[in-house]
């Protein structure tokens, strides 16, 4: 575990403590956020960006675009990407992986395919569905070049997760290659013999589910948090693409166009709206998931679930506990996190 380093791709609150917790563990991190610093993270639940600065650097730049005073040049170009402002603080947390730690300033698009192999896991928020396949489908072919390599003798594999929370849910798909062994804890000191995830379903399988079909023993219809990170997820790849959600001036034309997408979204992807229910005959309007929407991430959530996922990361480094196979859903409500196995029907039998 301590050559171990992990990619994180776009921090978030979730992604941020799960990075906390394992660089104290002496795990180094590596960071690829390209995003400009301050504006991507001012509402980031997170030790690692000072809410003091970041209004500083916002503020002097108004002063300079107003040509107002004399603005701190040097402090407002000291950090062009989150990536670059996040590095000294993540090697201010544990000073024994300075040098091993690293930031990544290219966007996902441009980084290569055999880029995403080489790393123990990969932790990833904020992605489209598309760019989680395609890392995915990277990571499975770098291993499988590998193990023919090796004779088929490799067991090398990279975690893959990808999370979101959203208001008080949080969720998160987990691939953890499908040459991962693993040894149950059967008492003190006491490990079984090494066993595959059974049924094995790699990220790019679990959201090619249609997500109507996503149902289960104890969930006759796809489970809401589920659905909620799905929506979410295609939401904000829109937003990327049209520049939505710009500012509280936009605030109330943003929640109208949310509401539009989760609608039409609902009907593409046949899904009921009973689907989006907290609980039987308690519906969750749209105009409430807007705000949630524009506004995601809740401090408690992003650490709760944060702790879970790091300890994934951990089972999947040491290869000791039974893994989380392959969705983790966390309700804030009343802080229960299960497993949901998402895969074709035929993967079950």
């Known amino acids: 575990m301590s050559n171990a380093r992990v990619l994180y791709l776009n921090l978030t609150g979730v992604t941020c403590e799960i990075m906390k917790n394992l660089v104290l563990a002496g795990v180094a991190a590596v960071v690829c956020d390209p995003r400009p610093y301050p504006d991507a993270v001012r509402e980031l639940p997170s030790s690692f960006f000072r809410a003091s600065e970041m209004e500083k650097i916002i503020a002097d730049r108004q002063k300079e675009i107003k040509g107002e005073g004399e603005p701190d040049s040097k402090r407002i170009k000291a950090f062009k990407t989150v990536a670059a402002a996040v590095a000294p603080e993540v090697d201010e947390l544990n000073p024994l992986l300075v040098g091993r730690n690293a930031i990544e300033e290219r966007s996902i698009s441009l980084l290569p ?5 080489q790393f ?50 949080g969720c998160a798909h987990l691939d953890f290659g499908s040459s991962h062994r693993y040894r149950r804890e059967l008492g003190k000191d006491k490990l079984s013999d090494p066993t595959k995830i059974n049924p094995y379903v790699s990220m790019a399988d679990m959201f090619d589910v249609p997500l109507a079909d996503a149902s289960g023993r104890w969930d006759k219809i796809p489970p809401r948090v589920l659905v909620l990170q799905r929506l979410m997820m295609d939401y904000w790849e829109e937003n990327r693409k049209t520049g939505g959600g ?57 650490a709760v679930l944060g702790g879970v996922l790091g300890n994934e990361v951990i089972k999947s480094l040491t290869r000791k506990g039974e893994p989380a196979n392959n969705v983790l859903l966390f309700s804030g409500l009343d802080g229960g996190c299960r497993n949901f196995l998402l895969c074709a029907e035929k993967s079950r039998k």
């Open 113 to 117: 395919d055999d880029y995403f192999g």
């Open 120 to 169: 123990d896991a990969v932790v990833a928020s904020r992605l489209t569905v598309e760019e989680a396949k395609r890392i995915s489908m990277a990571i499975q072919k770098h291993h499988h070049a590998k193990k023919y390599a090796d004779g088929d003798q490799s067991e090398e594999n990279t975690l893959f997760i990808v999370t979101d929370t959203f208001g008080l849910d």
């Open 246 to 302: 710009g500012g509280d001036s936009d605030e109330e034309k943003s929640k109208e166009d949310f509401v539009a997408f989760a609608k039409q979204w609902l009907d593409t992807n046949k899904i009921p709206q009973s689907s989006l229910e907290i609980e039987e005959g308690q519906s969750m309007e749209l105009d409430h998931l807007a705000g949630i929407a524009l506004h995601p991430e809740v401090s408690p959530v992003a």
